[in-house]
């Protein structure tokens, strides 16, 4: 490689890579890897400091949403969980085996009766709570990121009002997924643990044994999960109908601790189990008593996801419905450059559509079609249908 020459500039200092070459004792300044290396670097930094700003740029524009999902979840699974707590601990304690001519059945039936009025708290409980926690989520969200759906074009802050349209989509959703979750997981969870059912039992529909792939009659199978133990019928450990046909209602009204003593109301732990507490210590009782549990932790799980995904959902939706159609065109009249839906000046602009116009008018038509006065949505005669319906043949 030829020697190349190497401009210096008198009125600026050496370096020391310089000073060694023009002693010829060192290496020419040619670019090195390390240069290469830094130049990477600082692209890299670039690029990562961009997608930052643009994580950022996404987390401020859904605050809101995330906010919503967030305060949803967190206030439905929580109150899911304290109500339903608090109704099934109300309501078994009403099951006293003490009292006079109580049987197994009665035992059961009040447990039962308890658990359904518990699950109806717990799914209007969680729908109440991710319905306002979803709303008051978004709120904070949207005004601590400071985004349009807090503020004005004018950069003035809304009122709470204006707000709490713009997040009526996201509580209705969260309400809704908030409800439905904790109906269907409690109600699956305890037919699981109460009949030892399995989920896709549960969700496959029985078959006529008439049809291809009936279940065709035969020897019953053993009772499972609490039924041995709360029937006064059944062998325990079997679960198979008794042959002497001995009535066992010890199982039920007598504590298991000490078959003489009556069940009474106590905190009970087993060897190598959890804590059964506030439970009737006969053997039914427990059994159940760890059920109702199980279902309503499982509730409550399904309460929070059932609100998050729901606040997310009817958020988007509400969006996409409140948002003006592509094309959209501005009223004749409206100045240059107007928005979709803008008005003539001085008139206040179109109104957007609604989240809840579909709902709203949905069920009057549905009225006015089944009563509506005659010949408008309502047929005058069945005379006049029939020659309706001929006129459209030919």
């Known amino acids: 490689m030829p020697d190349q020459e190497v401009a210096f500039d008198p009125h600026q200092p050496l370096t020391a890579s310089e000073i060694l070459h023009h002693n010829g004792l060192g290496p020419?300044?040619?670019?090195?890897?390390?240069?290469?290396?830094?130049?990477?670097?600082?692209?890299?930094?670039?690029?990562?400091?961009?997608?930052?700003?643009?994580?950022?740029?996404?987390?401020?524009?859904?605050?809101?949403t995330m906010g919503g999902a967030l305060g949803g979840a967190a206030a439905a699974g929580g109150a899911t969980f304290i109500a339903g707590r608090t109704m099934w601990r109300s309501g078994?304690?009403?099951?006293?085996?003490?009292?006079?001519?109580?049987?197994?059945?009665?035992?059961?039936?009040?447990?039962?009766?308890?658990?359904?009025?518990?699950?109806?708290?717990?799914?209007?409980?969680?729908?109440?709570?991710?319905?306002?926690?979803?709303?008051?989520?978004?709120?904070?969200?949207?005004?601590?990121?400071?985004?349009?759906?807090?503020?004005?074009?004018?950069?003035?802050?809304?009122?709470?009002?204006?707000?709490?349209?713009?997040?009526?989509?996201?509580?209705?959703?969260?309400?809704?997924?908030?409800?439905?979750?904790?109906?269907?997981?409690?109600?699956?969870?305890?037919?699981?643990?109460?009949t030892g059912a399995s989920l896709g039992a549960s969700l496959t529909p029985s078959i006529p044994s008439f049809l291809p792939g009936g279940k065709k009659e035969g020897a019953p199978a053993p009772a499972a999960g609490c039924l041995p133990l709360c029937d006064a019928e059944l062998d325990k450990l079997t679960g198979k109908k008794v042959t002497d046909g001995k009535i066992q209602d010890e199982k039920c009204l007598m504590s298991k601790a000490d078959s003489a003593a009556p069940a009474t109301i106590k905190d009970v732990?087993?060897?190598?189990?959890?804590t059964v507490t506030h439970s009737f210590d006969s053997e039914c009782g427990i059994c159940l008593k760890q059920c109702g549990d199980k279902a309503i932790k499982w509730g409550a799980a399904a309460s929070a996801a059932g609100a998050g995904l729901g606040s997310v959902a009817g958020g988007m939706a509400q969006k996409k419905m409140s948002a003006p159609a592509a094309g959209a065109e501005a009223a004749p009249g409206a100045a240059p450059g107007a928005a979709p839906g803008a008005g003539p000046p001085g008139l206040p602009p179109a109104p957007a559509a609604g989240f809840l116009d579909e709902w709203n008018t949905a069920p009057v038509f549905a009225i006015l079609q089944k009563s509506g006065l005659a010949g408008v949505d309502n047929r005058i005669s069945q005379q006049d249908w029939r020659s309706q319906k001929h006129a459209a043949f030919l």
């Open 92 to 194: 078994i304690a009403k099951c006293d085996p003490s009292q006079p001519d109580y049987t197994c059945g009665k035992f059961e039936s009040c447990y039962v009766n308890a658990f359904d009025s518990c699950r109806k708290v717990a799914t209007a409980a969680g729908a109440v709570g991710g319905g306002a926690g979803s709303m008051l989520g978004g709120l904070a969200g949207n005004n601590l990121a400071g985004n349009e759906q807090a503020k004005g074009p004018g950069g003035e802050r809304k009122g709470l009002g204006e707000q709490a349209k713009g997040q009526a989509g996201a509580a209705a959703g969260a309400a809704a997924g908030a409800a439905l979750g904790t109906y269907i997981a409690m109600g699956f969870q305890w037919k699981k643990c109460r």
């Open 269 to 274: 732990t087993e060897e190598g189990k959890d």
């Open 28 to 64: 020419r300044p040619f670019p090195s890897v390390f240069t290469g290396m830094m130049a990477g670097m600082m692209g890299g930094g670039g690029g990562a400091g961009g997608a930052m700003g643009g994580a950022g740029d996404f987390m401020k524009k859904n605050a809101g």
